[in-house]
């Protein structure tokens, strides 16, 4: 059995934690009589997922399919 931390925010459940659940498993949740202060966006934290989209670069990205091809011709290139 696992318990994690979260807040119903009006609309849905938000964890305050990563879980580590599988597809179709029960959960049990138990609603306190606490409250949370307010969430402000800014502070939630991401996933590592999306912790470094504020720094990709679009334009970086379509270069990647190919990278090791690059590497490997710009190293070994007898030419």
Known sequence: ???LQGYYDG???QTLEEIHAK???KLIITI???FI???DEGT???SARGSLAQYANPELQKKEAFAWEEAVKNNHDNT
Do not use: R
Request: charged share 35%; glycine share 0%.
């Open 1 to 3: 059995m696992l318990a």
């Open 23 to 25: 597809k179709n498993q």
């Open 11 to 13: 609309n849905a459940v």
């Open 44 to 46: 939630k934290s991401l």
């Open 32 to 34: 306190l009589d606490e």
């Open 37 to 39: 202060d307010d969430i």
